[in-house]
């Protein structure tokens, strides 16, 4: 009797979670009916102290979804860039994470946020943005260490010298937060409350299991920022060319000539003749390695990095090592068009037991 019951509560939940399941669906596609450019979503993510427990630390992270190729293109902002404030009559240069700390001790989290997308605007132009969601790292890191049983990933310190492993603690986290929740539609529900967004829950609810299941290739973006006596100033030319090719949808399946991708090797895992192995397995593929040696630092992962403002060919690159993280910056003093550095993580790879074989 209990047995039947329980079957029977089972099969109701079932069809219910189906019909909501189905009602989302009705709603996503209406959704994008009625937007004109359906190859691509924006989302912008704020992530704020709210009570000095995370060293008054703020994250901004622009995200594309490119819809056609399944990529996920994620830009973070560098909040330590100072813009003009006005203060009475003086006008004084102030970090945009400085003034936004400041709005919220003076008035509250919902005018902090306001200025800040004001003065985000300033920084990187009037970008298109469909969504915004916003949250404080204390909320959201209770929920993930409750959900990973360790340490809080947000207290690991971004403000490393090495642009890299600042590049590999943001992608790490991004990782933990696309997988932090189990497969359950109420438990992603349940999180909404944290968030201060304009994505209706049902929405939400779509997007978070389109990520998990479709599973897209992530890309990050370096924010072009100019030092100056001190201070960090936004490369206002070079955002505006990486903005462009992060915003631009090209056909990754067009055919390229890689044998004008110039490449260097770094050795980043300890692991004796590892970028040398690699060079030879790359140019027998068709690319042109310009050079390979060891690395002035160790890395967890592996890191491919493209260096002229696009990631086709780092994509490529990526396939077939089938391995690493994907980083584009723009930076014309450097030759060569990519730089592999392989970190600790491909030591245990599959392709790295391959060439282990035919070295021998």
């Given at each position: 009797?209990?047995s039947k ?7 109701s939940i079932?069809?219910f979670?189906?019909f909501?399941?189905?009602f989302c669906?009705?709603k ?7 937007k ?6 924006v989302f ?5 102290d709210?009570?000095?427990t995370?060293?008054?630390?703020l994250?901004?992270?622009?995200i594309l979804?490119?819809k056609k ?6 830009l973070?902002?560098?909040t330590d ?16 994470r ?5 709005d919220l001790i003076?008035?509250?989290?919902n005018v902090a946020?306001?200025n800040f997308?004001?003065?985000l605007?300033?920084v990187?132009?009037?970008?298109k943005?469909d ?11 209770e929920?993930?260490?409750?959900k990973?049983?360790?340490?809080s990933?947000?207290?690991n310190n971004?403000?490393c010298?090495?642009?890299n492993?600042?590049f590999?603690i ?12 189990s ?9 909404y ?8 829950k049902?929405f939400?609810i779509?997007i ?7 599973k897209?290739?992530?890309v990050?973006?370096?924010f072009?920022v100019?030092h100056?006596?001190g201070?960090?100033k ?5 955002i505006?060319k ?15 000539n890689i044998?004008?991708v110039?490449?260097?090797?770094k050795?980043?895992?300890?692991k ?11 140019r027998?593929?068709?690319f042109?390695?310009?050079d390979w040696?060891?690395?002035n630092?160790i ?7 493209n260096?002229n403002g696009e990631?086709?060919?780092a994509l490529?690159i990526?396939?077939i090592l ?6 584009v910056?723009y930076d014309?003093?450097?030759?060569q068009n990519?730089?592999?550095f392989?970190?600790?993580d491909?030591?245990k ?5 391959i060439?282990?074989?035919k070295?021998?």
């Amino acid at each position: 009797m209990f047995s039947k019951i329980k079957k029977l509560k089972n099969i109701s939940i079932c069809v219910f979670i189906f019909f909501i399941f189905i009602f989302c669906i009705f709603k996503y596609v209406k959704i994008i009916k009625n937007k004109k450019n359906i190859n691509k979503i924006v989302f912008s993510v704020l992530l704020y102290d709210l009570d000095g427990t995370f060293l008054n630390r703020l994250e901004m992270y622009i995200i594309l979804y490119d819809k056609k190729n399944n990529i996920l293109k994620i830009l973070p902002i560098n909040t330590d860039v100072v813009i003009d404030k006005i203060e009475g009559t003086l006008v004084k240069q102030k970090s945009i994470r400085d003034i936004f700390n400041t709005d919220l001790i003076d008035s509250n989290s919902n005018v902090a946020i306001y200025n800040f997308y004001i003065n985000l605007y300033k920084v990187i132009g009037n970008i298109k943005i469909d969504f915004f969601i916003n949250s404080n790292f204390k909320a959201l890191s209770e929920v993930i260490y409750k959900k990973n049983n360790k340490k809080s990933i947000f207290k690991n310190n971004f403000y490393c010298i090495d642009d890299n492993t600042n590049f590999l603690i943001r992608s790490d986290i991004i990782d933990t937060i696309l997988n932090f929740i189990s497969l359950k539609i109420f438990n992603v529900y349940k999180i909404y409350h944290l968030f201060n967004t304009n994505i209706k829950k049902y929405f939400f609810i779509l997007i978070y299991y389109k990520m998990k299941f479709f599973k897209p290739n992530i890309v990050f973006y370096d924010f072009p920022v100019k030092h100056n006596k001190g201070q960090i100033k936004p490369n206002i030319k070079n955002i505006k060319k990486i903005l462009n090719s992060m915003y631009s949808i090209i056909d990754i399946n067009e055919n390229i000539n890689i044998r004008n991708v110039t490449i260097d090797i770094k050795n980043a895992s300890c692991k004796y003749n590892i970028a040398k192995n690699i060079a030879f397995f790359l140019r027998t593929s068709g690319f042109d390695v310009l050079d390979w040696g060891n690395s002035n630092v160790i890395y967890d992962k592996t890191l491919i990095k493209n260096h002229n403002g696009e990631f086709k060919n780092a994509l490529k690159i990526f396939k077939i090592l089938g391995i690493g993280k994907i980083f584009v910056s723009y930076d014309i003093n450097i030759y060569q068009n990519i730089t592999i550095f392989i970190g600790k993580d491909f030591i245990k790879h599959k392709i790295n037991n391959i060439l282990l074989n035919k070295s021998v």
